[in-house]
């Protein structure tokens, strides 16, 4: 660009900024210069005021426009600050004054906080760095400020110092101007510019721009470089004992400086007087690199003088010396007693680290006259068991470990053998009509219990309990008797004293009535007598071993007051055992148990066509007990389903708008909340004959009968049937003249879908769909007790018809393990021998036809010439 350009580019900014570059003086003397305006874009200058800032930089360059501009000549660079620092211009971005400018004016702002020390930093390490700046030439920095730095100045002021950095600061209101002192080179008055505010700024551009052109033409300011100083030698030094033992310890120190080939150290023991024993003396020579040594092979409790010295080659340098005693032998630690008996102690310890010969502990003969212990132990044993000691004495015991150095300072400890002492805190309580509840606090050095009790008739019994018992469920007691219980602790081969207390059995415990009533699908309802004494009762119910999986074993505590609970939440058409416990405080009575079953989910029975026309169908059904809604859906072969959900009360249904050349399949299932039941289904089809009065006549365990009104023209009819819960489907065809027909040899308590359709020929019409269950296998009635003795009972129940054997089970309520016989079908009765006293019995039969077994009839029974009454 010519010299006429730049005049055009000037004048455009004198008509911009007139009342700022008319004061400016021209500078002509410069040959090579850097220089760099600094300038704060802090929140405080806003943007109106960095516009001015921009005027009055491109005023002080516009000075320079009779010099040349560019690499060969003057540099210019912005840096601003905030936050952070940042550089707009480099001094390598241009290289004539147009360009400068022109970038000058379209500087952002952004605003931010004031951190003047990290941008004079900046100026050194990034604006001036050794790829930018030119040693040769003046580096200028000119900053522009309105306040206080929110960093420290100090540092970055002595590195610009340092750089040869010329600074000058213009200071407007608000500015520290101590700060700015420090902050611009000396003489302080010729560098810094203070202004009062921004819109005056242009009073100081004369002498600022006539100060920097001076600067500029000047040579510059000399680099502070630092002279390298010749390295003292210094030997070993800050010498540290650490990881100090008794036979061992790790020195440490800071290596010495020079040539060293390695280090020599000198361990010596001292005397008690504290002078060094050099015929005792060992020497450890170290390689150059090692500032740390293992000393070990010392004796305990002793002092030693350690001394480094450096190797250098051909002489031995400087040296350290720190002096260190060594610990005692470690003493055995956690020496305690563990155990305390009648006549002995068993005491426990925590071995020593190190090389052990083993243990000497002993008793001293000045604590027990006329009595002394003392035993040598092996190193690998941390217990031991002092004997023959005398009741309720005290003993000190010590101990000491032995080293292949000698013996370690001895530990002791006091313990005292225990005295003969009966039970305390016995109690005897929850009674029942055959057991009691045996409590007692454990007893100190104790190795066992005898608890014995005894009738008033004489009757007398005991069981020996480990140490570990503190209750025990007395059993197999008489009703309504009154005993005696005691108990006395065994210590070895000796009885303690005896401690005593009485107690009467209960008349009654146990329930005796035991009833299941209003079983729904997923409720019912149990009920049983109440227990005098009971504290509560606990019901648990499951299913049967035929129905697992079908539901969770769940159970619940319930106070004495109830005697009536609704089960609700259980599974639909699930067989359940039912047992109730008496609860006598922390004792569990005698249970009794029930079975019963839950209604399946009743299934829509007598789904039928009524009538139809060619576009009609009128479908009815029978209502379901506990059904909410009925689901009713139908379709095509080459249709999606249509549903419609319908009142509990609705048991008619009329489809319509149907097509007449189609056959439609309609089903229907009952909804019970969110469950829905078995769906039936049926098929229509418009041009075939419809059956009427379709029905079951009869009902067996193992059969159906049916019947239907005859069809007019019809050739025969066809009867399908097939189980609820899966299964083959099996079909008849009997001919025109039939209007029954029995279906036999069906599963029994089942449920089946039965279809009854005409025949025309090979043609099959619309089916009448009805539903049915066969009855239930009959189950033993009369279950009871007679003639129960002390170990025995006959069992008494009513022939069941058709049953071709029974199996009869019997067990303990308190144990698992069940007995079981089988017994031909002519067996009414049966003798159970070797049965314990007073113990109550669970007896369960099931009829048996061929390999079917039949319902479970249960009872309880106890052992003691009562009669039971039947539970079912």
């Known amino acids: 660009m010519g010299h006429s350009s730049v005049c055009i580019f000037l004048l455009s900014l004198y008509l911009t900024h007139q009342s700022v570059a008319a004061h400016a003086e021209a500078c002509r003397t410069v040959v090579q210069a850097d220089i760099v305006f600094l300038v704060d874009e802090s929140w405080s200058v806003g943007h109106k005021d960095f516009s001015r800032i921009k005027d009055f930089i491109s005023a002080i360059i516009s000075s ?26 480099a001094l390598t971005d241009y290289n004539s004054l147009e360009e400068v400018l022109r970038a000058i004016k379209d500087l952002p702002y952004e605003g931010g906080s004031r951190r003047t020390g990290m941008a004079l930093q900046f100026l050194v390490d990034s604006v001036f760095s050794p790829v930018i700046r030119r040693d040769s030439v003046p580096k200028i920095a000119v900053l522009i400020t309105n306040g206080q730095s929110d960093d420290q100045v100090s540092a970055a002021v002595r590195a610009v110092a340092d750089n040869g950095i010329t600074v000058f600061a213009v200071g407007l209101t608000g500015v520290d101007e101590a700060e700015l002192r420090r902050v611009v080179s000396e003489p302080h008055a010729e560098h810094l510019l203070p202004v009062t505010d921004f819109s005056t700024m242009d009073t100081i551009l004369p002498k600022l721009s006539r100060r ?120 055995v630690s956690n020496f305690r007693v563990i155990e305390e008996g009648l006549f002995s102690l068993r005491l426990g310890w925590t071995p020593p680290q190190g090389k052990l010969n083993g243990f000497k502990i002993f008793i001293p003969r000045s604590n027990r006259p006329g009595f002394i212990y003392e035993q040598l132990l092996p190193r690998d044993i941390s217990s031991h068991v002092i004997d023959s000691l005398e009741e309720d004495k005290k003993y000190t015991v010590s101990i000491y470990a032995v080293y292949p150095e000698g013996p370690s300072k001895p530990v002791s400890v006091v313990g005292k053998t225990l005295k003969l002492v009966p039970v305390h805190q016995f109690l005897v309580q929850n009674a029942t009509t055959d057991t009691v509840q045996a409590r007692w606090a454990s007893v100190k050095g104790a190795t066992g219990y005898r608890l014995t009790w005894a009738s008033t008739e004489g009757h007398i019994e005991n069981i020996n309990l480990g140490d570990n018992f503190n209750f025990y469920m007395i059993q197999g007691l008489h009703t309504g008797s009154e005993y005696t219980i005691t108990i006395n602790p065994i210590f070895g081969d000796i009885e303690g004293p005896i401690t005593t207390a009485k107690i009467k059995t209960l008349e009654s415990s146990s329930v005796q009535t035991l009833k299941v009533s209003a079983v729904s699908t997923s409720t019912a309802v149990v009920s049983w007598n109440s227990v005098p004494g009971a504290t509560g009762y606990r019901l648990a119910w499951r299913p049967t071993p035929e129905f697992v999986g079908r539901d969770r074993p769940r159970q619940l505590a319930l106070n004495t007051s109830t005697t009536q609970y609704q089960l609700k939440n259980v599974a639909h058409d699930t067989e359940y055992v039912l047992t109730l416990y008496v609860l006598f405080g922390a004792a569990v009575g005698p249970g009794i148990a029930a079975t019963f079953r839950t209604s399946p989910l009743g299934y829509v029975s007598n789904f039928k066509v009524t009538s139809y026309t060619s576009t009609t169908i009128d479908v009815a059904w029978s209502p379901i007990v506990g059904a909410t809604e009925y689901k009713l859906s139908w379709k095509t072969d080459n249709s999606k389903p249509q549903v419609q959900y319908l009142d509990r009360s609705i048991l008619f249904h009329r489809l319509k708008d149907l097509n007449p050349q189609s056959t439609y399949t309609v089903t229907i299932c009952a909804v019970y909340g969110n469950s829905e039941g078995p769906e039936i289904s049926l098929s229509h089809d418009f041009e075939f004959i419809m059956m009427r009065e379709v029905k079951v006549e009869d009902i067996g365990v193992n059969s159906f009968t049916l019947s239907w009104k005859k069809a007019s023209g019809a050739s025969g009819y066809k009867i399908s049937w097939i189980p609820f819960l899966g299964g083959d489907e099996k079909s008849h065809v009997v001919s025109a003249d039939f209007a029954s027909y029995t279906i036999r040899n069906l599963r029994e308590s089942s449920a089946y879908k039965i279809q009854v359709s005409s025949m025309v020929g090979s043609r099959e019409g619309s089916a009448v769909l009805v539903t049915a269950r066969t009855l239930d296998l009959p189950k033993v009635e009369g279950f009871v007790a007679l003639n129960t003795t002390d170990n025995s009972t006959v069992l008494n129940w009513t022939r069941v018809a058709g049953a071709s054997g029974y199996r009869l089970s019997w067990r303990h309520i308190s144990v698992f393990d069940t007995k079981t016989e089988i017994l031909g079908p002519g067996f009414t009765y049966y003798k159970i021998s070797d049965l314990l006293y007073g113990r109550t019995y669970l007896f369960t039969i099931r009829p048996l036809y061929g390999e079917v077994e039949g319902p479970i009839s249960t009872m309880y029974q106890r052992i003691c010439k009562t009669l039971s009454k039947l539970f079912d």
């Open 212 to 331: 920097v052109c001076l600067t500029a033409s000047e040579p510059p300011r000399p680099v502070k470089t630092s002279q390298p100083s010749e390295e003292r030698v210094v030997g070993p030094r800050d010498l540290q004992v650490s990881e100090l033992a008794h036979s061992s310890l790790r020195l440490t120190w800071s290596q010495a400086t020079g040539d060293v080939t390695g280090y020599r150290l000198l361990v010596t023991p001292l005397s008690s007087e504290g002078q060094l024993l050099p015929v005792q003396q060992r020497q450890m020579d170290l390689k150059a690199d090692v500032s740390t040594a293992m000393v070990t092979e010392l004796s305990p409790k002793t002092d030693y003088s350690l001394t480094v010295y450096a190797m250098y080659p051909g002489l031995i340098g400087d040296s350290a010396t720190i002096k260190v005693k060594t610990t005692p032998l470690p003493e």
């Open 64 to 89: 320079f426009q009779d010099n040349v501009v560019g690499a060969d000549g003057v540099r210019f660079g912005v840096t601003v600050f905030g936050d952070v620092p940042r550089m707009r211009i």
